[in-house]
Structures are given as structure tokens and as C-alpha cells.
């Protein structure tokens, strides 16, 4: 059974820092790729960052310049480091892989990490 698991959500002030990590787990062959989403109160889950094997990378417009995602491929493993924080950063942030398992191919998702920038 494939878990995803996200740590390192909290708390934070604008101009801050937070770093987010998404463990993927269990009987695995093969991540086509991972990304971060966020839903923020009242509105759609939103794509952050993702990131595939070959490790490009794709950033929404809003994160550009401020957040970085990396990926640990021996750990299946993907980090997002995100500075200078905002207050329209908050929301419930998501860890969502594509990838294949007994299965096959599916998609899933992290229970989510909150996080909360104030002014």
C-alpha cells in the first residue's frame, strides 16, 4: 500500500522561511513524478511546484523566484523550500505523486500540511 506522508508545515511570519518534505512509501517500481498543491480556504486546490524523474521542474506564476522543489529519488523523496513567505502562501499544502505499484499506475495524495503566514 502506497502512503504518502508531509511534514513540516507551521506557522511563520510574511518574509519567513518554511521547508516542507513528502515521504512516498511502500511497494513502489517506479515515480513518473511528484508536485506540491495547496488549497487555500474557500478556493480550488492549486498546483505549487512539481517535479519528474528527470528532475525539471514547473512552478505556479504566484511561487516563482520564491520556492524551490527538490526531489531525493533514493528516498522517494521531494522537499519544497519556500522563502520569503506571504500571507496568500497559507493553506493546506499536499503532496501528490504519479506512479506505478501493484496496481499500476495512480495517483495520490499526502493528507496535507498546513501552513500559515501572518502579517
Known amino acids: 500500500q502506497v502512503q504518502l506522508v508531509e511534514s513540516g508545515g507551521g506557522l511563520v511570519q510574511a518574509g519567513g522561511s518554511l521547508r516542507l518534505s513528502c515521504a512516498a512509501s511502500g511497494t513502489i517500481f517506479r515515480i513518473n513524478s511528484m508536485g506540491w498543491y495547496r488549497q487555500a480556504p474557500g478556493k480550488q486546490r492549486e498546483l505549487v511546484a512539481g517535479?519528474?524523474?528527470?528532475?525539471?521542474?514547473d512552478y505556479a506564476d504566484s511561487v516563482k523566484g520564491r520556492f524551490t522543489i527538490s526531489r531525493d529519488n533514493a528516498k522517494n523523496t521531494i522537499y519544497l523550500q519556500m522563502n520569503s513567505l506571504k500571507p496568500e502562501d497559507t493553506g493546506v499544502y499536499y503532496c501528490?505523486?504519479?506512479?506505478?505499484?501493484?496496481?499500476?499506475?495512480?495517483?495520490?495524495w499526502g493528507q496535507g500540511t498546513q501552513v500559515t503566514v501572518s502579517s
Open positions: 501528490n505523486a504519479d506512479l506505478y505499484s501493484f496496481r499500476g499506475r495512480g495517483s495520490y
Open positions: 517535479i519528474n524523474t528527470g528532475g525539471s521542474t
